[in-house]
């Protein structure tokens, strides 16, 4: 692997792969409160309701935005559209208006307390993700503590390469930290010799 690279291009794609979504992540992340129904049904139409919907739905999880996958697979279209009462097929509609879907992305940050991913995230992530790097140093693992901890904090995940990166950087750390108390154990060690 290259530089800061932890991830073989399949795992990337793993990580974004929302046909593994599974019946019951849709029915615990993608299904709507009665809150939610209200704040989607101020939109006028059916691509715009059923667009933030999904907006939302995917930010919850897996909590990347839309824009980022390629293509929303069928089952959390027609998931979401049957919980609005709208046609699944005005989701091609939405697709082609970008200016609605980053106002969409902007009221959700704002409605329901999302925040961009940003360097004082990294820096409250960090000594966390180092932590958890001392006790195990898997990058599969951290990743999925990064991306778990991202979420509880209502961060919008940054591309997964960003995630890497600060993962790479944790697990740095740690080993130097551990290098690090090596080497002071064993000088101590000699100097009581």
Same mark, same amino acid.
Do not use: C
């Given at each position: 692997?290259?530089?800061?690279?932890?991830?073989?291009?399949?795992?990337?794609?793993?990580?974004?792969?929302?046909?593994?979504?599974?019946?019951?992540?849709?029915?615990?992340?993608?299904t709507f409160s009665a809150r939610?129904?209200?704040?989607?049904?101020?939109?006028?139409?059916?691509?715009?309701?059923?667009?933030?919907?999904?907006?939302?739905?995917?930010?919850?999880?897996?909590?990347?935005?839309?824009?980022?996958?390629?293509?929303? /697979?069928?089952?959390?279209?027609?998931?979401? $559209?049957?919980?609005? %009462?709208?046609?699944?097929?005005?989701? #091609?509609?939405?697709? &082609?208006?970008?200016?609605?879907?980053w106002d969409h992305l902007k009221?959700?940050?704002?409605?329901?307390?999302?925040?961009?991913?940003?360097?004082?995230?990294?820096?409250?992530?960090?000594?966390?993700?180092?932590?958890?790097?001392?006790?195990?140093?898997?990058?599969?693992?951290?990743?999925?503590?990064?991306?778990?901890?991202?979420?509880?904090?209502?961060?919008?995940? /940054?591309?997964?390469?960003?995630?890497?990166? $600060?993962?790479?950087? %944790?697990?740095?750390?740690?080993?130097? #930290?551990?290098?690090? &108390?090596?080497?002071?154990?064993?000088?101590?060690?000699?100097?009581?010799?």
């Amino acid at each position: 692997m290259r530089g800061k690279e932890l991830l073989t291009h399949e795992q990337r794609q793993a990580f974004m792969d929302l046909n593994k979504l599974s019946e019951w992540e849709l029915g615990v992340y993608h299904t709507f409160s009665a809150r939610d129904l209200a704040v989607i049904a101020r939109h006028r139409r059916d691509d715009t309701r059923l667009g933030f919907a999904v907006q939302l739905a995917l930010l919850r999880y897996p909590g990347w935005p839309f824009f980022l996958f390629p293509q929303i /697979p069928g089952k959390i279209i027609r998931h979401t $559209a049957q919980q609005i %009462a709208v046609d699944p097929q005005v989701w #091609t509609a939405y697709v &082609t208006r970008e200016n609605t879907t980053w106002d969409h992305l902007k009221e959700i940050r704002d409605t329901y307390g999302y925040q961009s991913f940003s360097i004082q995230t990294y820096r409250r992530l960090f000594p966390r993700l180092t932590k958890q790097a001392l006790e195990n140093d898997h990058a599969l693992d951290l990743i999925r503590t990064a991306i778990s901890m991202l979420r509880q904090e209502k961060v919008i995940l /940054p591309a997964i390469t960003t995630i890497e990166r $600060a993962v790479w950087g %944790a697990r740095r750390h740690a080993s130097d #930290t551990i290098l690090n &108390t090596f080497i002071w154990r064993s000088r101590m060690l000699r100097s009581t010799h």
